[in-house]
């Protein structure tokens, strides 16, 4: 019996030192995470100062950069219309001045691009079909 008493009195000892223990270093892991929760927040409230709130732009600096955006769109499409007309005069002189000269070597340039034309309508519109049916479009 006397031995219980003192192995239970050793035990409650242990136990007690090893909860004094514990709450200590309990104790010290939430003051520091206490303090780093401080310092977070401080960052955070500084970050927010930092950076100011986004203003749209005044409407004045919207319709300038409108009016330049239509400027340089309206000088696109101007070049792209000399190209063509360039290009189309390219093509029907040459086209003229093949049927003036040989007109069957006209005849069989022209009959080979309809043939090539048809054939890539078919193409395109036969891939464009294929793609619709698998769901990928």
């Not at 007109?103 to 048809?118: D, H, K, R, S, Y």
């Amino acid at each position: 019996m006397k031995w219980n008493k003192e192995e239970r009195e050793r035990s409650a000892d242990l136990n007690k030192q090893e909860q004094a223990h514990a709450e200590i270093v309990h104790e010290e892991p939430f003051a520091e995470d206490q303090a780093l929760i401080a310092q977070l927040m401080q960052g955070f409230e500084q970050m927010e100062l930092a950076i100011r709130q986004p203003e749209p732009p005044p409407l004045h600096e919207l319709e300038r950069f409108v009016a330049v955006e239509q400027r340089k769109l309206r000088r696109r499409a101007g070049l792209e219309v000399a190209l063509f007309l360039i290009m189309a005069l390219a093509i029907i002189g040459g086209n003229m001045l093949l049927a003036s000269m040989n007109i069957v070597v006209f005849a069989v340039i022209q009959g080979l691009v309809f043939v090539g034309a048809i054939a890539f309508a078919f193409r395109f519109f036969y891939h464009s079909k294929k793609k619709v049916k698998s769901g990928h479009a």
